[in-house]
């Protein structure tokens, strides 16, 4: 690809049509302006274009349709649209309809010049093979399942790996969402760049701040040295916000600010650093209904919110679990340095009937267990040990007792009482960490810090 990139720019002020221009001119892209719809539809049949930027209020219509039309017979043209400043609501509606990203007025150079190297990027990966199959090799190879439930999330996740958009990815616990979020990282322009994912309910509210926007020397006890935030760690690449129900509201507030300006403020810092991160959250809660209990922001939600991605639970999706199991063993038996096991028919049939209420996450633990539970190349029904609420990891849902006497140490024996008593809430609670936290009195967060301590991830 050795021509000049082309950008087409959509827009009826002069000034603007001149500073769009020359920053384009300065980075080596080839521009043509054009001050109206007509004019655009008109350039957009004559000739090929590797961009375009349009102002969202033109003489005759509204960029929205351009962005409809583009997404519609373009597909690969990433277009980005340039708003009226706080205009929120015109910047989402456009991610929604497809435009790949957004600018607001006035014109940010350094913003600008950030969102069209994006864009370049996506001419270069935006070959021909990937045109005919969004369902690409990448995201075969790591997200198992051929149902049409998994194929369409792939296609789905090709689509917005282009996009700039902020995606929520939904789904139940186990179902792979950050495997999810690290494939649209992984698939689109900012693969180059890191990926940070942060567990929101992991991060005790106090130094939540400090973490994602880094801080200042001497701001508070403790930091004894400037500190870089998660934010700034993203740069130029990507932000996994998991778990983000759990953000605490004065959090939630804080993070719009960042979202709506693009920059960050470092606790005990006076200026602002602008970041170019795109980010992806993923909960298990139905945000929605978070919403509307007041627990979480309706403005942060609209934001986050762009591009719902749900996640399909193993149960809606049981043809897959063949070739999971397949793959998971294969997995396993590279991890340990063993033959990869078969599975007797009656142990496949076992797995078969059971529901999975911890999806993916569960049939990888339980495949562990039975595979060293296993002895030689097959794996028997009996081997494959499977928790219900009536019969828990113990055998039994009796009473925890006192420690045996054989000399265990007190602290030992209140850490396995712990770990069993936090299993038990798990399975009675189908793995839902929220209910688990309810029947066991302690909150999401420091139910969290346990299983994380107690390593019973
Ligand atoms: N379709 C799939 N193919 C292969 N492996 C998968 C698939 N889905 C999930 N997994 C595996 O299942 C495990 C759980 O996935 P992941 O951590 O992404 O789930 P999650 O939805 O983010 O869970 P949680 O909500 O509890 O954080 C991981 O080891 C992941 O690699």
Same mark, same amino acid.
């Given at each position: 690809?050795?021509s000049?990139?082309?950008?087409?720019?959509?827009?009826?002020?002069?000034?603007?049509?001149?500073?769009?221009?020359?920053t384009?001119?300065?980075?080596?892209?080839?521009?043509?302006?054009?001050?109206?719809?007509?004019?655009?539809?008109?350039?957009?049949?004559?000739?090929h274009?590797?961009?375009?930027?349009?102002d969202?209020?033109l003489?005759?219509?509204?960029?929205?349709?351009?962005?409809?039309?583009?997404?519609?017979?373009?597909?690969?043209l990433p277009?980005?649209v340039?708003?009226?400043?706080?205009?929120?609501?015109?910047?989402?509606?456009?991610?929604?309809?497809?435009?790949?990203?957004?600018?607001s007025?006035?014109?940010?150079?350094?913003?600008?010049?950030a969102?069209?190297?994006?864009?370049?990027?996506?001419?270069?990966t935006?070959?021909?093979?990937?045109?005919?199959?969004?369902?690409?090799?990448?995201?075969?190879?790591r997200?198992?399942?051929?149902?049409?439930?998994?194929?369409?999330?792939?296609?789905?996740?090709?689509?917005?790996?282009?996009?700039?958009?902020?995606?929520?990815?939904?789904?139940?616990?186990g179902?792979?969402?950050?495997?999810?979020a690290?494939?649209?990282?992984?698939?689109?322009?900012?693969?180059?760049?890191?990926?940070?994912?942060?567990?929101?309910?992991?991060?005790?509210?106090e130094?939540m701040?400090?973490?994602?926007?880094?801080?200042?020397?001497?701001?508070?006890?403790?930091?004894?040295?400037?500190?870089?935030g998660?934010?700034q760690?993203?740069?130029?690449?990507?932000?996994?916000?998991?778990?983000?129900?759990?953000?605490?509201?004065?959090?939630?507030?804080?993070?719009?600010r960042?979202?709506?300006?693009?920059?960050?403020?470092?606790?005990?810092?006076?200026?602002?650093?602008?970041?170019d991160?795109?980010?992806l959250?993923?909960?298990?809660?139905?945000?929605a209904?978070?919403?509307?209990?007041g627990?979480f922001?309706e403005?942060?939600?609209?934001?986050?919110n762009?591009?719902?991605?749900?996640?399909p639970?193993?149960?809606?999706?049981?043809?897959?679990?063949?070739?999971?199991?397949e793959?998971?063993?294969?997995?396993?038996?590279?991890?340990?340095?063993?033959?990869?096991p078969?599975?007797?028919?009656?142990?496949?049939?076992?797995?078969?009937?059971?529901?999975?209420?911890?999806n993916? $996450?569960?049939?990888? @633990?339980?495949? =562990?267990? /039975?595979i #060293? *539970?296993?002895?030689?190349?097959q794996?028997?029904?009996?081997? +494959?040990?499977?928790?219900?609420?009536?019969?828990?990891?113990?055998?039994?849902?009796?009473?925890?007792?006192?420690?045996?006497?054989n000399?265990?140490?007190l602290?030992?024996?209140l850490?396995?009482?712990?770990?069993?008593?936090?299993?038990?809430a798990?399975? $009675?609670?189908?793995? @839902?960490?929220? =209910?688990? /936290?309810? #029947? *066991?009195?302690?909150?999401?967060?420091?139910?969290?810090?346990? +299983?994380?301590?107690?390593?019973?991830?």
């Open positions: 690809m050795s000049k990139p082309r950008a087409l720019i959509v827009d009826d002020e002069p000034d603007i049509l001149e500073l769009l221009g020359m384009l001119a300065r980075m080596s892209v080839d521009s043509v302006a054009t001050a109206d719809l007509a004019e655009a539809n008109r350039a957009l049949e004559a000739g274009f590797d961009l375009c930027l349009t969202m209020r003489p005759d219509g509204d960029g929205m349709s351009l962005v409809r039309w583009i997404t519609d017979h373009r597909p690969q277009v980005a340039i708003t009226a400043h706080g205009n929120v609501e015109a910047a989402v509606a456009a991610l929604k309809a497809g435009a790949f990203d957004f600018v007025k006035p014109v940010d150079l350094q913003e600008l010049r969102l069209i190297t994006t864009a370049l990027k996506l001419r270069e935006g070959d021909d093979r990937r045109k005919e199959d969004p369902d690409s090799e990448l995201a075969r190879s997200l198992t399942g051929d149902s049409p439930e998994m194929r369409q999330l792939r296609q789905l996740i090709g689509r917005v790996a282009r996009s700039q958009a902020p995606v929520l990815i939904s789904g139940e616990s179902t792979g969402k950050e495997l999810v690290r494939l649209i990282h992984d698939s689109g322009p900012r693969a180059s760049a890191p990926f940070v994912p942060v567990n929101c309910g992991a991060i005790p509210a130094l701040e400090s973490e994602l926007f880094g801080h200042r020397k001497g701001s508070f006890t403790g930091a004894t040295a400037d500190r870089e998660l934010f760690a993203a740069e130029g690449g990507t932000l996994f916000l998991d778990e983000v129900a759990e953000l605490p509201l004065a959090m939630q507030v804080k993070l719009l960042v979202i709506q300006e693009r920059s960050v403020r470092p606790v005990g810092g006076r200026e602002e650093i602008p970041v991160v795109r980010i959250s993923a909960t298990h809660r139905n945000l209904e978070a919403v509307q209990a627990e922001r403005d942060i939600f609209y934001r986050l762009v591009i719902e991605l749900p996640v639970s193993l149960r809606q999706r049981r043809e897959d679990l063949p070739g999971l199991i793959d998971i063993l294969a997995n396993l038996a590279c991890r340990l340095d063993m033959p990869q078969r599975l007797s028919d009656a142990a496949l049939e076992k797995l078969q009937s059971h529901p999975f209420p911890g993916v $996450r569960e049939l990888e @633990n339980m495949l =562990e267990r /039975a #060293t *539970l296993s002895d030689g190349g794996i028997e029904a009996a081997d +494959i040990f499977i928790k219900t609420p009536t019969q828990p990891a113990n055998g039994g849902e009796g009473e925890l007792s006192l420690p045996p006497d000399g265990q140490p602290p030992d024996f850490e396995d009482m712990e770990r069993e008593a936090i299993q038990r798990l399975e $009675r609670c189908r793995f @839902n960490k929220t =209910e688990a /936290a309810r #029947t *066991l009195g302690m909150t999401f967060r420091q139910l969290r810090y346990r +299983i994380k301590k107690l390593d019973l991830d």
